[in-house]
Every structure is written in C-alpha cells, then in structure tokens.
C-alpha cells in the first residue's frame, strides 16, 4: 500500500464553462470535476483514494503534478513554466536550509559566537539559535 501513495500521480486538468474538469489518465475511471481548482485537488485526491482503494486518509499523502489546459495555449505555457519555476526554488529552498544547518551546527561546535554565524550565513542569531543551540557547541 506504502508504494501506491508514494507513487505520483499525472493529472490533466481542463477548463470546461465554468467547471474544472480533471483525468488521471493512468487509471481507468479516474476522473471528477469542481467549480474551483482548490476543490478539483480534494475531488481528485478522494477519486485516486477510490480506485486504488488506499486507506482512508491516504487522500493527504499522495504525489499529484497538474497538467493544464484553460483553453488559451500560451497562457497553459506560461503558466507550466511558472510552476515548474516555483517547484525548482522549493527544491533549492529546501537544499539551501539543509546545507545552512549544517553548517551552522559545525560552527556552533567550533565555538563560535551565534552572532558571528548569524552574519557569516546571513541569517538572524535568533535562527541560528533555533537550528544548532548552545548544546550542539559542547558535543565533540
């Protein structure tokens, strides 16, 4: 069951009058509607729950990527585009996060002052603080 919710799920949404019309092309009978797009994500969550009759409240858990379709090319283009944008910086925010604990637990084991690995990261004492605490710096 674990390797059905880990799996993502490809999901063609069409704009259709005023509805959303969305199809998970990879299962059979996949497929709903809702007047909004936040709605169309819970319908479609439930749907995929549905036919791969995963545990209730699965629903949260599954990997969805979207594929648009408004009616107007260019702006389905742009918008791929934008979207594809916000994923990448959300991978590098994470990255970025992981690497600047890392570093600043480091620093904060080699006794440096927090305001000191504040400016170094260029983050506020205050975070430093929450991420590598004054305990980190005496392990070692």
Request: glycine share 4%.
């Amino acid at each position: 069951m674990a390797d059905l919710i880990s799996e993502n799920y490809h999901v063609v949404v069409t704009k259709e009058g005023t509805n959303w019309l969305a199809d998970v092309p990879q299962l059979e009978g996949a497929h709903t509607y809702a007047r909004s797009l936040k709605g169309l994500d819970r319908e479609v969550r439930e749907v995929i729950a549905l036919v791969e009759d995963l545990p209730e409240g699965a629903e949260d858990d599954l990997s969805l990527s979207f594929e648009f379709h408004t009616g107007d090319a260019t702006l389905d283009e742009a918008t791929a585009r934008i979207r594809a944008d916000r994923a990448r910086l959300a991978t590098e925010e994470r990255s970025l996060a992981e690497h600047t604990l890392a570093l600043a637990t480091e620093m904060r084991k080699a006794r440096m002052p927090v305001r000191d690995v504040a400016e170094l990261l260029g983050i506020s004492s205050q975070r430093v603080s929450q991420i590598a605490p004054e305990r980190d710096r005496r392990a070692g």
